[in-house]
């Protein structure tokens, strides 16, 4: 399946969009983060999430340099994702600490789910940045640590929290199919042609949703 | 004048003050300049504000493994100071981006001048440390020229922002007072007795104000 892209103009401009929106993405997850840092429980707590904040801002990087390596300006290849994510940071305001948590661990896992789907459809060099900057397992493992312990404490946050973790995926898979549909991320894709590409968007959501609901179950939550 | 201390007791606690105060200084710097990069007028200046918070993060875990290194709880060292620099920030809310970046100015020139002037009375181990995390020459430049740009698109931007610069200036140097009577911060400096700690205090915040008026007059303000 590793596309050697048979038309380079249409997959260049697969390719900037899908750094564009991967940018802005990790961009937006580092500010959000360590903003939502300052109202953790504890000191501790806060150097925790903004070690992730700054895990997130490595990543806009990387995929900034590599932009630039293809002679492209990151700023133009953000901006058309802009409303979308933004619009996600709006609609999914945490309301504490927890929430904040939770939305980090969605984020985090969803997020490295789309990039390991997306990786068996682009270049071996693109590849490659996305493995660099999937989520590092070790971040999700804090912070599924930090989520159980929370929902033992308390076992009064489970609902509160499930609710609010469908809620995320909800708003996620929405936004990532208005950015697909929008700008035909999927389209760009080297031999797929249209009806390929719409059913690997509802395949891939599928798979989003079952994955999220296993991790879910793994927190004790219903999904 | 580089102190090997006399009194280790009472040095080890000086240090403990002066490592935990840095150590919520810099994490509340990283927290309060990558919230306030959202407000940015480009991305691209998003991800100046940004990357100048993820070193402001680095310094923090410099200082963090130092204590550590030292058998001391980090988050123990730092609670002391926490209502008194989370007041500085109640205190010193920018209202936009151009308050934001002055506010970055002025803790970068200002903290590099107190930490330059503490490194004179600590033992060398500290004294590199310190050097490690004084403000970048670069990052400084950058936040010198991004507010000049600003001040010569917009001239009338001036007496807003020398008023904002000098009640930061004030809020600082009251905080740093604060911290510095409370916790006998200088008393614990080896060969100082109180009135020597007295009038070196005077005369750092004397030399404090006549490096930032210096610096304002680089910028063409009123200091």
Redesign the interface.
Known sequence: MSASPDDPARYNSFLADLLGVMA?GE?SA??RL??D??YSP???D??VL??M??VE??H??LV?SRLEAMGLD??AA??PF?PSVDHFHERTRPADWYESLMKAYVIDTVSADVYRAVARYVDAGTRELIEQIQSAETSTAVLRDRLKAALADDPRLASRLALWARRLLGEALTQAQRVGIEHALLGGLSGLDDDAAKDMASGLAAELAANHARRMAGLGLAA
């Open positions: 802005y961009l580092f500010e360590s903003s840092a300052r504890t000191l501790h806060r150097a903004g070690r904040a700054v801002f490595q806009y990087e900034r990151t700023e953000m901006l802009q």
